[in-house]
């Protein structure tokens, strides 16, 4: 098998290219395709293609928070490393992850939930509007839907993407239930890299604004 030679700023660019031919003619509403193309890019994984839910008006949503200086929250300080500080900087946008945060770890303990449920508490007295990227923890999505349905803390977009087995599927689902604008990777798929890869995609697609 011969190595095809690709110049190392033009590695990402072949990649898409590559997604592209492999997507055999199947074509993505473009408000989505950015989203779902570095998503597959991130994981080559196709299935994204088909498991991505977008609600209405969700990506407008998030592209507006990013214009107002939102702040990205994530589940993980993996998402949070991912995230391209640059491009947030260029938008006078930030990221904050909780889970290691002291405070979180008491109030956890305390309440008897988990660290990521605790965060989210934390992330509601946040002063900015807030994009919540949730790509490990099925609890942070659980304890959002909580507070959506007492409208104690209303995220201006949540990208609930996160993997595994343990309620993963029903808490995604209960974040489309809930109504709030959001992007969905339905069934067990996702992480922390995918959560990433959706903020980064926001991003750059503000660069284009």
Do not use: W
Request: aromatic letters at 6%; one cysteine or more; proline letters at 4%.
């Amino acid at each position: 098998m011969e190595l095809e030679y690709v110049l190392p700023k033009d590695i990402e660019h072949r990649s898409f290219e590559i997604i592209e031919a492999e997507l055999g003619g199947r074509k993505l509403p473009d408000d989505i395709k950015p989203i779902v193309m570095r998503a597959i890019h991130t994981t080559a994984d196709f299935d994204y293609y088909d498991n991505m839910y977008f609600s209405v008006g969700a990506v407008e949503k998030a592209l507006a928070a990013i214009a107002e200086g939102a702040v990205f929250i994530t589940d993980t300080n993996m998402a949070k490393a991912g995230i391209n500080k640059a491009a947030l900087a260029r938008h006078g946008c930030t990221v904050e992850c909780f889970m290691a945060d002291s405070d979180v770890a008491e109030a956890a303990s305390e309440k008897g939930t988990t660290r990521a449920a605790a965060s989210v508490d934390k992330a509601a007295s946040a002063d900015k509007p807030v994009i919540y990227a949730v790509g490990n923890a099925p609890t942070a999505l659980i304890r959002l839907r909580e507070h959506i349905k007492d409208g104690s803390f209303i995220p201006r977009v949540v990208i609930g993407v996160p993997v595994g087995f343990v309620n993963v599927v029903q808490s995604k689902e209960l974040i489309i239930e809930s109504g709030i604008p959001c992007i969905v990777a339905r069934g067990r798929k996702g992480g922390s890299n995918v959560a990433a890869a959706v903020c980064n995609a926001l991003l750059y697609m503000a660069d284009k604004k």
